[in-house]
């Protein structure tokens, strides 16, 4: 008799489960963007309500932009420290992966509040200064994503090799490590991205028009054209996901090994 | 490349210790290697072979000592400007570059134009035979084909010193064997002074124009590999270079020692030992021969165990009071034996070496 498992059962499950929580309501949101004037028929009319909308460009180019700088901003900060970290600074590891964590624990209002008050004059009152801000709420998910790519290569011999090879640390860094966590690296940048781009606590605190901002004010004039923008921002989220999973990665193939 | 294109340069370390707080992993080391000699650094684990060769190397700073390539001062020198070809272990290819692009990049970092890299990896490929694995990556080539490319890598930029840092450990036995020819003819074919640090005494032997064996963070002795094994300078070196038994003895006189029924001499060991003292007596396999039962200074035993090595077979004899004694014995002579048989045997050489029991 052939034995009894739950392994398929619990597969089913949990394809239904996705299924009713997550697929139907995508459906039937994209479902509801495309109704027509007063919920009948089928158009166009909240897309091309939400392409013309006052605010629309501006926004979503102003949270592009700031995300984009925050990305490379966390990069900057977080690769030579974590590369340090995981080959001569080990005993600050802790210490930092605690401060690293401290954006989650700190709440928005605090945080939004107090940093506004370090960050420097010139930064002040200025669109930019929201870049900080969303490094440093990206830094928990930035923090693990390297670490864990750092803790899957031979580093220490990697550098070294370079190194004996007469590479600058900088030289090391960009042509050998880089690639060599590559994917810890694009999950950062995306992580980093993503959160950027539907940060809305800060920005609303401190008083700045972002994309997810100006969603809020004109979701309360157009109920429909506020459906059309959440499914519009989850095609645009999938689409970036696409774009960085089907990036070429060099030597990835594998062929057979000959002696 | 050959050797008119290199100057084979002169290493020294002198005196260099590395302390880990106050764990003495290098321990004042002198040596000189000589333009264009090979030397193996051979010792067990932890006794600061690795960290001399990383001294070297410039990946770690020596707590006392000079280091000199050529007569000049390398102390301060980082590692990226030390000119030292390292192969490690672990290969250590760089993963996303290609076979030619691991090669090059030394050169690329020494801002060598295009057509001189060109020419080089292809001297460097066809060095190590690897001229049909340009554009392959490092995960599309075995083990042994790693460390070619790491070798050729290392010396692509034509090294002061080429640093080899227990290449063949991650290699099987068949390619290993193959690998460590491979690296001397190409010491030899460049003229490259080389430093080689293993922890296998039969790949020290078979390459090295010297070895040294080294036990807690000292040099305990260097000298050729026939010398190293027939002349030991301390039991320590007996007993880790070739096979060796220990067997328990007593002084007897200045200089004498009664083992196993007979009478010896004890060769030049530093140590004094005084009469009545029980030692350690350091006998090689093939200082022991087979007599016959009759022989009145032979010492008995049972035939305990037989491991087939090829030409040669070890037999180990249990005998009364001492551990159990390895002779090598013929294989053709040794089939006459059998486990349990009585067997006689006694010491064929006039001098052992001795330590403190």
């Not at chain 1, 970290?85 to 928005?108: A, E, T, Y």
């Not at chain 2, 764990?23 to 006794?47: H, I, M, R, Y």
């Not at chain 2, 490929?125 to 995960?139: D, F, G, T």
């Not at chain 2, 004694?325 to 009585?342: A, D, P």
Request: proline share 4%.
């Amino acid at each position: 008799m052939k034995k009894f498992t739950l392994k398929w059962p619990l597969i089913i499950t949990a394809s239904l489960l996705a299924i009713f929580t997550f697929i139907v309501p995508l459906y039937g949101a994209a479902l509801y963007s495309f109704k027509g004037n007063g919920g009948k028929g089928h158009s166009w009319v909240n897309y091309q309500w939400l392409i013309h909308a006052d605010g629309f460009y501006p926004s979503l180019f102003t949270s592009l932009k700031l995300a984009v700088l925050a990305a490379a901003l966390n990069l900057l900060l977080m690769v030579p420290t974590m590369v340090y970290l995981n080959l001569k600074g080990q005993r600050f590891k802790s210490l930092v992966d605690f401060l690293c964590i401290l954006p989650l624990i700190i709440p928005v209002v605090s945080l939004a509040i107090g940093a506004q008050v370090a960050m420097p004059k010139f930064l002040q009152n200025t669109q930019y200064e929201l870049v900080f801000f969303f490094v440093i709420i990206a830094l928990p998910y930035t923090y693990r994503a390297l670490d864990t790519s750092l803790q899957t290569v031979a580093l220490k011999t990697l550098v070294e090799a370079s190194r004996s090879l007469g590479a600058s640390w900088t030289r090391t860094i960009i042509r050998v490590i880089v690639p060599a966590i590559r994917s810890g690296i694009t999950g950062a940048l995306f992580l980093t991205f993503a959160l950027s781009i539907g940060e809305y606590t800060i920005t609303s605190l401190l008083h700045w028009e972002t994309f997810p901002t100006w969603t809020v004010v004109a979701a309360q004039q157009n109920i429909l054209g506020a459906i059309a923008i959440s499914v519009f921002s989850f095609v645009g989220a999938i689409a970036l996901l696409s774009a960085i999973a089907l990036f070429p990665k060099r030597g990835s193939q594998r062929v057979e090994v000959e002696e | 490349m050959s050797k008119k294109d290199r100057t084979s340069s002169t290493l020294e370390l002198r005196g260099v210790s590395r302390h880990f707080g106050p764990v003495k992993a290098l321990d004042g080391l002198d040596l000189t290697v000589n333009p264009g000699e090979l030397v193996a650094l051979l010792g067990p684990s932890g006794c600061g072979k690795t960290t001399a060769l990383r001294i070297v190397a410039g990946l770690e700073v020596a707590t006392s000592g000079e280091l000199l390539v050529n007569g000049e001062r390398y102390n301060e020198t980082p590692a990226n400007h030390r000119d030292m070809g390292m192969v490690f272990q672990s290969y250590s290819l760089f993963p996303n570059l290609t076979v030619s692009e691991n090669i090059e990049y030394g050169l690329r970092a020494r801002k060598v134009d295009t057509d001189k890299r060109a020419k080089r990896v292809t001297e460097m490929l066809e060095l190590v035979s690897l001229e049909s694995k340009v554009k392959a990556y490092p995960h599309q080539l075995s083990g042994g084909q790693q460390q070619r490319v790491a070798l050729a890598r290392a010396l692509a930029i034509q090294p002061r010193v080429l640093l080899l840092d227990e290449p063949l450990s991650a290699l099987d036995a068949q390619v290993r064997s193959q690998i460590r020819e491979e690296i001397r003819r190409i010491q030899l074919d460049l003229g490259i002074t080389t430093l080689f640090v293993t922890h296998d005494q039969e790949e020290a032997m078979a390459i090295s124009d010297r070895v040294g064996v080294m036990s807690h963070g000292k040099l305990e002795q260097i000298d050729k590999p026939i010398a190293l094994y027939n002349n030991p300078a301390t039991p320590f070196v007996a007993s880790f270079v070739g096979l060796a038994n220990r067997i328990p003895a007593e002084i007897t006189a200045k200089g004498k020692a009664r083992v196993l029924n007979q009478k010896v001499n004890i060769s030049g060991s530093a140590e004094v030992f005084v009469e009545g003292e029980k030692v350690n007596v350091i006998i090689r396999p093939e200082s022991l021969e087979l007599v016959s039962e009759s022989d009145a200074n032979a010492t008995r035993g049972i035939v305990a165990l037989k491991s087939f090595l090829g030409p040669l077979t070890k037999v180990g004899i249990a005998v009364e009071g001492a551990p159990l004694i390895h002779l090598h014995i013929s294989s053709r002579e040794v089939r006459k034996l059998e486990i349990g048989e009585k067997i006689a045997f006694k010491i064929s050489s006039d001098e052992v070496m001795a330590e403190r029991a």
